[in-house]
């Protein structure tokens, strides 16, 4: 039988952990990130997070604009993006977001639009598919908080 | 390895996440103690992974300063601020992280300094060892990797 609200809320977190590591969605990084958060700096993961997606939303943007652009040349710029992506992507352990990116660089490398702007759907499906799961990561960790239980990292 | 579905059962999702990996990246982030104060310069153009790198520093306890392009790198180290080490980024905006160490070699300038990029290939790597980067790593910058070049710059 589950115990109090926040043990019930821990197990909700965990499960939802696993199953974005079991998916390939998150990798180890994202414990790393979990590990640097402590008393001092109870929401640092959030707020690394937040970071991200707002950085990322920008790569997402211009990449968009510039493959729309009538006559594309400047794939020098549309790689620096990618891997201004991918950087961040791996840094805050986001797998999958990072192994499209490796794809989409592929495509960019080869001037090949209508490869890019593939690739570039896939990925903005995956990048939501993360902040949405990470937001709901986030607000049952805030709930469990909320309940009692203790922030970042999770102790025994 | 991925951790397991969830079981349903609370403890074994518990001992998903305190056994193996979580562990190990626990003792690495609290088995280094400093003897000496270490400073670092943290040069990405990404404010997500220089932020990360810098949290990553400060939680081994080394004084961190950050830059996001080469340019402002370059002219800091010129200004005769001193580092024991200088995370650089190979893709920088304004100065390139290639063109930067360079300058920041020629300085003489014999700090350590550890190469980062985003998508690593052997001409990568090449190009920013032979730039003056003593070291040449993938991102994330991860403990794994850091924790050696801590101890070897504390003399331990």
């Known amino acids: 039988m589950l115990g109090s609200g926040p043990d019930r809320l821990r197990a909700d977190v965990n499960r939802l952990l696993a199953f974005l590591f079991h998916q390939g969605i998150l990798d180890e990084q994202f414990l790393q990130l979990q590990q640097l958060q402590d008393e001092s700096s109870p929401n640092f993961v959030s707020q690394v997070v937040n970071i991200y997606f707002q950085e990322s939303e920008k790569l997402l943007r211009n990449l968009r604009s510039l493959l729309m652009e009538r006559k594309l040349s400047d794939y020098k710029n549309i790689g620096i993006h990618i891997n201004q992506l991918m950087g961040s992507s791996s840094s805050i352990g986001a797998k999958r977001v990072r192994n499209v990116c490796v794809a989409f660089r592929a495509a960019s490398d080869q001037n090949n639009r209508t490869g890019c702007l593939r690739v570039l759907e896939v990925l903005e499906h995956d990048y939501c598919f993360l902040k949405n799961k990470l937001h709901e990561l986030f607000q049952i960790e805030q709930q469990r908080i909320l309940a009692g239980g203790v922030g970042y990292p999770m102790q025994n | ?156």
């Open chain 2, 1 to 156: 390895m991925a951790p397991t579905l969830p079981s349903g059962d609370q403890a074994s999702d518990q001992d998903n996440w305190d056994n193996g990996r979580l562990a190990r990246k626990r003792q690495l982030l609290t088995e280094i103690v400093l003897r000496n104060r270490l400073t670092a310069l943290v040069v990405d153009g990404d404010t997500t992974c220089r932020v990360l790198e810098q949290l990553l520093l400060r939680s081994y306890g080394v004084q961190t300063q950050g830059v996001d392009n080469g340019r402002d790198a370059v002219a800091l180290i010129a200004s005769g601020v001193k580092f024991n080490l200088i995370i650089i980024d190979m893709i920088l905006p304004v100065l390139n992280g290639l063109e930067a160490t360079r300058q920041i070699r020629d300085m003489g300038v014999h700090c350590k300094m550890l190469g980062v990029t985003a998508c690593s290939g052997e001409s990568e790597r090449q190009a920013f060892l032979a730039a003056g980067v003593d070291v040449f790593i993938e991102k994330p910058l991860d403990p794994e990797h850091l924790v050696p070049i801590l101890r070897e710059l504390d003399g331990q």
